[in-house]
């Protein structure tokens, strides 16, 4: 079984500050692990990706990810917040080997002030 | 390269009418994914596809909803009789190959209205 949390529903930063948006993932073996962006009334769109390797992955619109397998979490992070960064965030888990169906978090909204 | 189509962006049913909606995946891709996604929930998959073959349709209900990929031609995802339950945005997503680690490209989305 895989399984994907992000106990934040939502995260509130100022613009110019770093942001972190949390999952955490639940699998018996290696993950694979996707962030998702989705604008209003849009589609997702991808961000970035964990297969293997480096454990920083970088990705787009300047924001990377960490995956640490100790604490099985791959938070999202940017070093500076812009307002247009507003949006809700999907954090998603395959299992290598397991269901080609990957599981998605309930979403995270984050709301960046000016 | 266009992306993923869907059409129509938005469609408004009465109860009891059936609905088709239809998704385009991106040129070279062969794996079409549905998901349903409610207010204030996360997504949730319905139907994996790949062209002429239903893969997976663990996440979508017995009645009523049926998915084809035929050789030709776009995915459909059929809900007949809809119900005012049924009000969701419904997503594609293509991927070229099966491979666990390819990355799934979404659509725009298509929003059903139930009256």
């Known amino acids: 079984a895989q399984s994907v949390a992000q106990p934040e529903d939502q995260v509130n930063v100022a613009e110019g500050n770093p942001l972190t948006v949390k999952c955490t993932y639940s699998?018996?073996?290696?993950?694979?692990l996707f962030w998702y962006v989705q604008y209003p009334n849009r589609g997702l769109q991808f961000l970035l990706k964990y297969i293997t390797g480096d454990n920083l992955v970088k990705g787009s619109y300047g924001f990377e990810a960490e995956f640490n397998k100790s604490q099985t979490s791959f938070h999202l992070k940017k070093p500076s917040a812009l307002v247009s960064d507003s949006a809700l965030y999907f954090c998603?888990?395959?299992?290598?080997?397991?269901?080609?169906?990957?599981?998605f978090g309930r979403g995270t909204s984050l709301i960046v002030h000016p | 390269n266009a992306g993923v189509m869907q059409n129509p962006r938005h469609l408004v049913r009465r109860r009891g009418q059936e609905a088709r909606l239809r998704c385009s995946p991106m040129?070279?891709?062969?794996?079409v994914y549905w998901y349903r996604q409610l207010p204030e929930e996360g997504l949730k998959f319905m139907v994996y596809?790949?062209?002429?073959?239903?893969?997976?349709e663990s996440g979508m209900p017995k009645e009523r909803f049926s998915a084809e990929f035929p050789k030709e031609g776009p995915s459909i995802l059929r809900i007949q009789q809809v119900v005012r339950g049924d009000s969701a945005a419904y997503f594609c997503?293509?991927?070229?190959?099966?491979?666990?680690?390819?990355?799934?490209?979404f659509g725009p989305g298509t929003r059903l209205t139930v009256l």
């Open positions: 596809l790949q062209k002429e073959n239903i893969i997976d």
């Open positions: 040129k070279g891709h062969s794996h």
């Open positions: 998603a888990v395959r299992l290598s080997g397991g269901s080609y169906i990957p599981t």
């Open positions: 699998v018996s073996g290696n993950p694979y």
């Open positions: 997503a293509s991927s070229p190959i099966t491979d666990r680690a390819d990355t799934q490209y």
